[in-house]
C-alpha cells in the first residue's frame, strides 16, 4: 500500500520580522517590500501596502502603547530584541478572551527548563514597560511564565530560501523530523507549507465482535476513523509505522461486559479500556441489555431507540479508539494531561457527545434513549443541543449520510421534561473534563440536564 502525502498550508499563531529586516521586509507578509509604507502613528512598523498594514490587527494593539512609551524609553533599542516582540504578540493573543486559537497554544509542548522562568521573568518587565502595567496584570502570572516556555520551546525560524526573516509559533506540532530528507518544508512569507505522509487509515475489523448491532457502531467508527480530519489530527503525534498500526487495530476485540464496582457509589463507565491489556475495549453491558430488551418490540419508538443506542456505541469506539492509539504510541497515560478520548471528539464534533436517557433516577437497562446532546465549544448557547434523529443519527445507521456530512451534524434544541439524565463520560483520572472547567456557567447547565458523571 502506497503512502498518501498531504501537503499542508500553515499560518503563525504569531510572528515577528527580525529586527535587522525591517524597511526591507513586509512587518506582516514578510514579503519584499519596494516601497515602504511606515505605520503612521508610531512609525515602529514598515509594511509593503495600505493594505498589510491594515491586516497587521496585533499591531493596532501595540501601536498606541508604542506610542505612549516612546516618550519615556528609548523604544528602538528594547524593540531590536526579537524575542520581546514575539512574546508580547503571543501575550496580547492570548489575553484575548474571544481568540479560539489561543486556547489551542496552551496545547503545545513545553520543556520545563528553569532558565526559561529566570527569562520569563526578564522578559515580563519590559512588556510591562512597553504596554503598561494594566496589560500584564491582566494576565495570570502562571500562565505568562508558561506561555514563554512554549514560545521558547516551539518557535522556529521562517526562511526565504536560507535567509531567516523572522521567527513564529504554529499551533500544529509539525516539526518532530523537519530534518528528515523524507519532508519538504518550505515558506512562502509567513505561510509554511509542510509536505509529508499523511496518518494511515485505520478500520476497526468486523471480526472484533459477533454482536450484530455492533458491527454496525464499526462500520459507523470505521467511516470517521478513514476520514481525513482524523487521520490530519494524529499524523504529527503519532509515529508508529502504519503496518504495526494496522495489525493492531485488526487484533482488537469489542466486548459487552459487565461493570465490576469496588463499591455501590463508584462512578457508571459508559465504556473503557484497560492500560494494560492493549487489544480490547469493554462496552458496558447495561447497553447490550437494553438492545436485548427493545428488539422484541416491533415499533417506530423502539426502533428510534436503538438506532441511537448502535450510533452512540460507534461514537464510543472512536472515544477508546484514541486512548488505545496512544498507548501503542508509548504513551501509558493520556499526553498533557486531556483525555485522548476527549480531544479526538472535540476534533469530530467540536464537543463531547452524550446519552440522554428517562427517567433520571438511574442509568440501567430500563433506561430509554431519547437521543444524543452534545455542547459545542464554540458556541455562545449555554443550552445542550440534540444530534437530529431523522437528519443525522437515522442516516449513521442507515449509511445512508454523504460522508462531508458526518462532521456537520445537523442539530435541534429539544424540549424534553424534567425526568431526564444526561451520561457524562469521563476518564478515570479525571474527574472533570477539562475544557468543562473553564465555563463559569457549567454549574447551572449542569444541574438544568442532570448531568451524571460516568468514567470511560
Known amino acids: 500500500m502506497s503512502d498518501e502525502i498531504i501537503t499542508s498550508e500553515l499560518s503563525p499563531f504569531a510572528y515577528c520580522l527580525k529586527y ?41 494593539f501595540e501601536c498606541e502603547h508604542f506610542k505612549r512609551a516612546a516618550k519615556v524609553f528609548e523604544l528602538n533599542e528594547m524593540l531590536k530584541d526579537d524575542l520581546i516582540r514575539l512574546f508580547l504578540r503571543i501575550m496580547i493573543r492570548i489575553n484575548n478572551t474571544n ?32 504596554m503598561g502595567k494594566d496589560f500584564i496584570s491582566s494576565i495570570n502570572f502562571e500562565a505568562t511564565v508558561t506561555s514563554f516556555d512554549k514560545m521558547m520551546t516551539n518557535k522556529i525560524e521562517i526562511k526565504n ?139 417506530d419508538s423502539a426502533q428510534k431507540e436503538k438506532e441511537t443506542i448502535t450510533v452512540f456505541i460507534g461514537f464510543l469506539l472512536i472515544h477508546e479508539f484514541a486512548h488505545l492509539l496512544y498507548r501503542w504510541n508509548g504513551n501509558f497515560y493520556s499526553p ?30 430500563n433506561s430509554k434513549y431519547l437521543g444524543i446532546g452534545i455542547r459545542i465549544r464554540s458556541s455562545k448557547k449555554r443550552k445542550m443541543q440534540f444530534f437530529s434523529y431523522e437528519n443525522y443519527i437515522k442516516k449513521l445507521y442507515e449509511d445512508n449520510l454523504n460522508f462531508s456530512s458526518y462532521f456537520t451534524p445537523k442539530l435541534e434544541e429539544i424540549e424534553f421534561n424534567n425526568d431526564i439524565l444526561a451520561l457524562r463520560q469521563c476518564d478515570c483520572d479525571f474527574e472533570q473534563d477539562p475544557d468543562d472547567d473553564n465555563n463559569s456557567d457549567w454549574d447551572d447547565y449542569e444541574a438544568i440536564y442532570n448531568i451524571k458523571i460516568c468514567g470511560t
Open 161 to 299: 530560501d536560507q535567509e531567516t526573516l523572522g521567527f513564529g509559533i504554529y499551533l500544529q506540532n509539525f516539526f518532530d523530523d523537519l530534518g528528515s530528507e523524507k519532508n519538504e518544508v518550505y515558506f512562502d512569507g509567513i505561510k509554511l507549507f509542510y509536505k509529508r505522509k499523511l496518518f494511515p487509515a485505520l478500520r476497526f475489523s468486523e471480526s472484533a465482535t459477533k454482536d450484530p448491532n455492533v458491527r454496525v457502531s464499526i462500520r459507523i467508527a470505521n467511516k470517521f476513523l478513514e476520514s481525513g480530519k482524523v487521520r490530519y489530527f494524529y499524523h504529527e503525534k503519532i509515529k508508529v509505522k502504519a503496518d504495526i498500526l494496522r495489525k493492531k487495530i485488526f487484533d482488537v476485540k469489542i466486548i459487552f461486559v459487565d461493570q465490576e464496582k469496588a463499591n455501590p457509589n463508584a462512578k457508571d463507565l459508559l465504556a473503557w479500556t484497560d492500560r494494560y491489556v492493549i487489544n480490547e475495549i469493554y462496552i458496558n453491558r447495561i447497553f447490550e441489555k437494553r438492545l436485548n430488551a427493545i428488539s422484541c418490540i416491533e415499533d
Open 99 to 130: 481568540d479560539i486559537d489561543a486556547t489551542y497554544f496552551f496545547d503545545l509542548q513545553k520543556s520545563h527548563q528553569k532558565i526559561y522562568d529566570i527569562m520569563a521573568k526578564k522578559y515580563t518587565s519590559e512588556i510591562s514597560k512597553l
Open 336 to 365: 498533557e494531561n486531556k483525555d485522548a478520548g476527549f480531544q479526538l471528539e472535540n476534533v469530530i464534533f467540536d464537543g463531547r457527545v452524550r446519552p440522554i436517557i428517562s427517567p433520571k433516577s438511574q442509568w440501567n437497562e
Open 20 to 60: 535587522e529586516n525591517k524597511k526591507i521586509y513586509c512587518d506582516c507578509c514578510f514579503k519584499k517590500i519596494t516601497r515602504v509604507c511606515s505605520c503612521p502613528v508610531c512609525e515602529l512598523m514598515y509594511y509593503c501596502d495600505r493594505k498589510c498594514e491594515n491586516n497587521d490587527t496585533t499591531h493596532k
